[in-house]
């Protein structure tokens, strides 16, 4: 299968230009898998929860309509960051749209610096969906500092960890190297690019969007500044070879009777 992971410069509060532009970029290419970033329909340094609010799409939005719509027309799974509102808390979520009419959403458990303030923290467990016999692992952004989160996604059976992001820090797309080859799954993070200034804070997100093996190779990685799609082949069946030696299994070779604080 080809996946793709779609890096762009959300405009901040423009959620149709945004959804638009998003649609656009993903009728230019073939792929069964596009991963687009964290709050890409709405841009990410809010100012106020009440902004959040206003910004944010229920379960049932038009706007996620439109995804899975897309998602069928192109045969192809997209997963797409946005602000899920339900009742008066809204998510910093992702939604997986599959080209069956297969949908579900992940909202992030790890709340990055301010989105503390914004977001109420993700209140259901990492979730795999298969979706045409690939397993697909939903995470956000900051998710790729715990390893506990790849971790479950790996144990619940995911071959492609799908990471919508708007990273900032400078080791990130590193450390999802290193979070695939110690689960022997793929992952593909969509990141944003550009500078976001408002609210007395201005972050600049550090693009490289990329797809890695599950044994650490880099297949594809995006520029710094540009919005673009890198793309790769992923093979499924890669993911699920767990052996490290002929002796050792990543998975099984785990010694959970000592994991436990004294």
């Known amino acids: 299968m080809r996946a793709a992971a779609v890096q762009f410069a959300p405009a901040f509060g423009e959620v149709r230009p945004n959804l638009d532009g998003m649609l656009a970029m993903a009728a230019h290419v073939e792929a069964d898998l596009l991963v687009f970033p964290e709050l890409a329909l709405s841009g990410y340094v809010f100012a106020t929860p009440s902004e959040v609010l206003e910004l944010s799409q229920a379960a049932d939005?038009?706007?996620?309509?439109?995804?899975?719509?897309?998602?069928?027309?192109r045969?192809?799974?997209?997963?797409?960051g946005f602000a899920e509102r339900?009742?008066?808390?809204?998510?910093?979520?992702?939604?997986?749209?599959?080209?069956?009419?297969?949908?579900?959403?992940y909202r992030k458990i790890h709340l990055f610096d301010r989105e503390k303030a914004l977001f109420a923290?993700?209140?259901?467990?990492?979730?795999v969906v298969e979706v045409a016999g690939v397993r697909y692992g939903l995470m956000v952004c900051f998710d790729w500092i715990f390893p506990e989160t790849a971790r479950t996604l790996a144990l619940l059976g995911a071959d492609v960890l799908c990471h919508p992001a708007n990273l900032v820090l400078p080791f990130c797309q590193d450390a999802m190297i290193t979070r695939c080859i110690e689960n022997r799954v793929f992952s593909v993070t969509a990141n944003r690019i550009g500078t976001e200034a408002r609210a007395g804070t201005a972050l600049t997100f550090t693009g490289m969007s990329e797809i890695v093996s599950p044994r650490g190779a880099v297949l594809a990685r995006g520029s710094v500044d540009r919005a673009e799609i890198v793309t790769a082949d992923v093979d499924p069946a890669a993911a699920r070879d767990k052996m490290i030696t002929a002796s050792n299994h990543v998975l099984d070779d785990r010694r959970t009777d000592l994991y436990r604080l004294r």
């Open 86 to 105: 339900a009742g008066r808390a809204v998510f910093n979520s992702a939604l997986l749209a599959g080209p069956d009419g297969t949908r579900a959403i």
């Open 61 to 73: 939005a038009r706007e996620l309509d439109e995804i899975a719509e897309a998602a069928a027309a």
């Open 75 to 80: 045969r192809a799974t997209f997963v797409v």
């Open 121 to 127: 923290p993700g209140d259901r467990p990492p979730e």
